[in-house]
């Protein structure tokens, strides 16, 4: 049996936690502060399964949603400074955040990427508009289902209410999914964690289901996704998005569609 050596834990967790916050390690004072280094640094953070910039967004995604602004500021100020995410992306991500998780939990990121970019001296982020041009209302609901086709990979529902016509089809898929600040993949991490939260069967399903369907990511992708996710959320919620993409990894491994 080989034996792993704990100082070695630890000084890969120092080094790993500074090279991806930007700032030196101070001594923990407590317990949990040497779990943050011993653990979710030197282990978590260090796993090859997943890209930098996926664990910055699943993180930052995570902090917000459970009301972190120091976490969410310090996950802010080390995508910054490793060049994973520019200033501009981090707030297309807040927007994001606020659709999945509510605006409130948008604004907690919101409020993270300003202070992580003061603290950088970076000058504000242009950002283009919500819409800028007038539109056709008709025009606008035609692509919104479009899109969430091409998004969720299969038919959306019909807009028979005000929560899916004004809110899914219109706004979600119909601009916000289609804005070019940031990447799709990206916007499937900060999905896959607001659904996560909710603790709702069929958005958790088939958000799971569309990540790994569309190519957005792999079945060992999505499995690491949830390790990073339980940081935050903690592992009973973290269980129950393992046990969705256990399931979900097996249909679309099997070809199946989505089935609610």
Excluded at 124 to 133: D, K, N, Q, S, Y
């Amino acid at each position: 049996m080989s034996l792993l050596d704990p100082a070695i834990r630890t000084q890969r967790g120092v080094e790993r936690r500074a090279d991806l916050t930007g700032a030196p390690s101070s001594e923990p004072a407590t317990l949990l502060d040497a779990s943050w280094r011993d653990f979710v640094y030197a282990e978590v953070w260090s796993r090859p399964a997943l890209d930098l910039r996926a664990r910055f967004l699943i993180s930052l995604a995570s902090a917000a949603g459970v009301g972190d602004l120091a976490s969410a500021e310090t996950y802010a100020r080390g995508a910054l400074h490793k060049g994973e995410l520019s200033l501009e992306e981090l707030r297309e991500a807040a927007l994001h955040t606020a659709v999945y998780a509510g605006w409130s939990c948008g604004q907690v990121l919101n409020n993270a990427v300003t202070a992580a970019a003061t603290a950088l001296g970076l000058p504000a982020a242009e950002f283009p508009a919500i819409r800028a041009e007038p539109w056709d209302p008709a025009a606008r609901h035609t692509e919104g289902q479009e899109n969430f086709a091409k998004v969720m990979c299969f038919g959306g529902p019909p807009p028979k209410t005000a929560y899916f016509e004004a809110g899914i089809v219109n706004f979600v898929f119909g601009e916000m999914w289609m804005r070019p600040g940031l990447d799709q993949r990206s916007r499937r991490w900060l999905t896959l964690v607001g659904v996560a939260n909710s603790s709702s069967s069929t958005p958790i399903r088939s958000h799971i289901w569309a990540a790994m369907a569309s190519g957005n990511a792999t079945a060992e992708e999505m499995y690491e996704f949830v390790l990073q996710y339980a940081i935050h959320a903690g592992w009973p919620r973290a269980s129950v998005a393992q046990s969705a993409v256990m399931e979900q990894a097996d249909r679309v491994a099997k070809g199946l569609p989505f089935e609610a």
